[in-house]
């Protein structure tokens, strides 16, 4: 995706990118530079949050901040411009011509182009001097020598069809709007809903790319919905309302002595004892992947109850043992490195399911997932090709893993391609849980608090250190014999660790 725009004056114009590959839109966190600041090729200019995680921007071009289109806390969509840099010798305000096009939040328009008529076509005869005239809601007019086909009718054009089209190279959107664009709006507006009525059957509705696919996910035709914003655009906002239930009628009392029955008020709460935090960023990301995989993956969890006395001894050895030294050597080392040896001894677990092609995909590698949870809400990095770590790699990777998960610069990369994962749902004090699948993943593996409890060990009943496994599948891939044996398996390690070298 381009991320810059450029026009004659050297404004250089650059955009949110697509940092996590298929998302939307981004939460900016934090801007570095501020208007007047002096920038250079590859300097951090802010600090934006994605679904997935919080990702650092750099500007690819030397010049001057000009303006910052958005401020801190504001979600913008991928392709919208956030930073205006003046680069070379453009120095100065835009020309005139262009002023009404940067003001709505969309790259200059060239002057010398020809004029473009209200349906999007250049008017023939049209010297170029004769300058361009905006479109609607500030999108510019796209650079392009192509012309477009007559319409097929010779009614008048629908002015909706600009509304709904993504910004293309060299445009974007913005919060100001250039007069003849707003009356346009203002128009379309009136045949929309002008005086509380709806529009006629052929009127497309306005909605961006992201709300139109929300809005078919969620079933709802965006024909019936009318939109509370004064520009007639439905919004996020427009469609979660129409597919919440609708209010109990009010039943009118038909006595007289009886006051009639008011309407339920609207939502509200008590400020001072409550508070409410919106859902974005990592946390709805979350929630969205979770209700997803549980409606999705048919999950399946068993469980088993482990003596791993041995493998704490084996911990406290390895923490003296001078290849390790330096490493974080914790009982998660082993439980992962029992894991990896399990799917290796059934390597049927280690797939995912195709539902587009009704395949199963058996892979040959395991990138193991540790959740971890984290200011911005539970985060799943995962180690690349973890089968083909050493103990001590393992150990280095782990401690990376979570410290950079902590600091909240896990990447994007970092979090996809998992095939299996790891909660540790002891560090917490619980003994067990029924984990939810990490979405795309066959299996997640949950590892109980570690404590002493009574336990018969050669015919007597003795303290020793005791912990509860929990394997939840997907049933699609997994089948209860293959799922037993790999959860026995794991218990049957961390038992009698001295299986890390035999069944390895």
């Known amino acids: 995706m381009t991320t810059m725009t450029e026009n004659a004056s050297g404004l250089r114009e650059f955009k949110m990118p697509d940092v996590g590959e298929g998302l939307t839109e981004a939460e900016i966190l934090t801007w570095y530079v ?16 994605t679904a997935k995680a919080a990702v650092e921007l750099p500007i690819p071009y030397d010049g001057v901040v000009r303006e910052l289109r958005f401020p801190e806390g504001t979600t913008v969509d991928v392709g919208q411009v956030i930073i205006a840099v003046e680069v070379g010798g453009g120095a100065g305000a835009p020309p005139a011509g262009v002023a009404a096009a940067t003001s709505a939040g969309a790259p200059a328009a060239d002057t010398s182009e020809p004029e473009v008529s209200k349906s999007g076509a250049s008017k023939p005869g049209t010297s170029k001097s004769e300058g361009r005239t905006p479109v609607l809601v500030g999108y510019g007019v796209a650079e392009s020598s192509t012309k477009r086909r007559p319409r097929k009718s010779t009614e008048a054009p629908d002015r909706t069809d600009r509304l709904d089209r993504p910004a293309q190279s060299g445009q974007a959107s913005g919060p100001v709007y250039a007069a003849s664009a707003i009356q346009a709006v203002q128009a379309v507006q009136g045949e929309l809903n002008g005086h509380g009525h709806s529009a006629p059957p052929t009127a497309r509705p306005l909605a961006k790319p992201p709300v139109r696919k929300l809005a078919k996910d969620l079933g709802v035709d965006l024909a019936t919905i009318v939109p509370a914003a004064p520009d007639g655009i439905i ?37 001072a004892r409550e508070t409410r935090i919106p859902v974005k960023g990592v946390r709805k990301a979350t929630a969205a992947a979770m209700v997803g995989s549980a409606f999705t993956a048919p999950h399946v969890t068993e469980f088993v109850t482990v003596d791993v006395t041995r493998t704490m001894k084996l911990v406290e050895e390895l923490k003296q043992d001078k290849e390790m030294q330096g490493l974080r050597v914790n009982p998660l080392l082993l439980i992962a490195k029992a894991l990896l040896v399990a799917i290796k001894r059934n390597p049927e677990v280690n797939a995912s399911w195709d539902e587009a092609a009704q395949e199963i995909v058996l892979k040959h590698y395991v990138n193991l997932g540790i959740a971890a949870a984290t200011p911005r809400g539970l ?25 950079t998960a902590r600091e909240g610069k896990t990447s994007p990369t970092a979090m996809q391609g998992g095939t299996v994962t790891i909660t540790n749902v002891g560090v917490f004090g619980i003994d067990t849980g029924t984990p939810i699948l990490n979405p795309g993943e066959s299996a997640i593996l949950a590892v109980g608090t570690i404590k002493l409890q009574p336990w018969i060990h050669k015919g007597k009943v003795k303290p020793r250190q005791v912990t509860t496994l929990a394997l939840s599948f997907d049933h699609r891939l997994i089948d209860g014999e293959l799922g037993s044996k790999v959860l026995a398996d794991v218990a049957a390690i961390l038992e009698q660790p001295k299986r890390l070298i035999t069944w390895a």
């Open 34 to 49: 501020k208007p007047g600041d002096q920038v250079t090729d590859g300097q951090v200019v802010c600090e934006v949050e």
């Open 235 to 271: 919004t996020r906002e427009d469609v979660h309302a129409a597919v919440a239930p609708a209010p109990q009628p009010v039943v009118q009392q038909t006595q007289a002595a009886a006051p009639a029955q008011a309407a339920a008020p609207a939502a509200s709460y008590d400020t």
């Open 379 to 403: 985060l799943v990095p995962n180690i690349k090709d973890a089968h083909t770590r050493t103990l001590p790699q393992l150990a280095q990777d782990l401690s990376e893993l979570v410290a």
